[in-house]
């Protein structure tokens, strides 16, 4: 996965360059990745250093919580619900595989999934749904709903690629784009799709950080890579 990750990113900086140079600044398409830096009275402000320290605060916050409930996914659970997150339980997880989702942590949807999750979840149509969790029954397994988790959390903090559209693209031009997705990327898009890989990654370096300290960081990201929500 990371392999391909790196050699989306690559393409996607030569098409950024090519694009700053032939599209017009009065097109109003601005960054909206955090890293950048912003010039003004001769002070330079590096915003990514700012990103950076704020996502280092978000995941100090995180293993807090962790620890407060021992790691243990269902009582996080209830926190999440807590939080305003509602968490369902489905009985298949390939009934997710449709809307090309999978269980745990699923953002807010539109449109027709939107109307798919809400008669799997609730039995009930919507057009619109708020982030959830959707999970099979059974023991869950901690490495893959760390993951899920840090993504949520970092979801309720605004965090740059941590938004439907963003992971959207993402999952389209790492499993299904051709040539002609690339030829008609946008400079907006491209941004998008570098905030969702660099979220991504950050969200597998923090399982490895934290469940190495357990079963060792290759056994967690093979269980990572094998998981699934649940065992």
Same mark, same amino acid.
């Given at each position: 996965m990371s392999i391909f990750k790196n050699i989306i990113y690559f393409v996607l900086s030569v098409q950024e360059k090519f694009l700053m140079k032939s599209l017009n600044k009065t097109l109003g398409i601005k960054n909206k990745s955090k890293a950048k830096k912003v010039y003004g009275n001769g002070v330079m402000l590096n915003l990514e250093n700012l990103?950076? $320290?704020?996502?280092?605060?978000?995941?100090?916050?995180?293993?807090?919580?962790?620890?407060?409930?021992?790691?243990?996914?269902?009582?996080?659970?209830?926190?999440?619900?807590?939080?305003?997150?509602?968490?369902?339980?489905?009985?298949?997880?390939?009934?997710?595989?449709?809307?090309?989702?999978?269980?745990?942590?699923?953002?807010?949807?539109?449109?027709?999934?939107?109307?798919?999750? $809400?008669?799997?979840?609730?039995?009930?149509?919507k057009l619109n749904t708020k982030e959830m969790f959707v999970l099979t029954k059974g023991e869950i397994n901690k490495f893959y709903f760390i993951y899920?988790?840090?993504?949520?959390?970092?979801?309720?903090?605004?965090?740059?690629?941590?938004?439907?559209? $963003?992971?959207?693209?993402?999952?389209?031009?790492?499993? $299904?784009?051709?040539?002609?997705?690339?030829s008609k990327l946008q400079l907006e898009d491209i941004y998008k799709l570098k905030d969702a890989i660099k979220q991504d990654k950050a969200s597998i370096d923090f399982v490895l950080k934290l469940c190495g300290k357990y079963d060792g960081a290759k056994n967690a990201l093979k269980k990572l890579k094998d998981g699934g929500a649940n065992l």
């Amino acid at each position: 996965m990371s392999i391909f990750k790196n050699i989306i990113y690559f393409v996607l900086s030569v098409q950024e360059k090519f694009l700053m140079k032939s599209l017009n600044k009065t097109l109003g398409i601005k960054n909206k990745s955090k890293a950048k830096k912003v010039y003004g009275n001769g002070v330079m402000l590096n915003l990514e250093n700012l990103a950076d $320290s704020e996502k280092q605060k978000m995941e100090e916050e995180l293993e807090q919580i962790l620890k407060n409930y021992n790691y243990t996914p269902e009582l996080i659970l209830d926190y999440v619900k807590n939080q305003g997150t509602p968490v369902f339980y489905i009985q298949n997880a390939k009934s997710l595989y449709a809307i090309g989702e999978n269980e745990g942590f699923i953002y807010p949807q539109k449109g027709c999934k939107a109307l798919y999750l $809400s008669l799997l979840t609730e039995k009930i149509t919507k057009l619109n749904t708020k982030e959830m969790f959707v999970l099979t029954k059974g023991e869950i397994n901690k490495f893959y709903f760390i993951y899920n988790l840090y993504n949520w959390y970092a979801f309720k903090h605004n965090i740059a690629g941590i938004d439907a559209e $963003s992971q959207a693209l993402l999952n389209k031009f790492l499993f $299904s784009a051709d040539d002609d997705d690339f030829s008609k990327l946008q400079l907006e898009d491209i941004y998008k799709l570098k905030d969702a890989i660099k979220q991504d990654k950050a969200s597998i370096d923090f399982v490895l950080k934290l469940c190495g300290k357990y079963d060792g960081a290759k056994n967690a990201l093979k269980k990572l890579k094998d998981g699934g929500a649940n065992l």
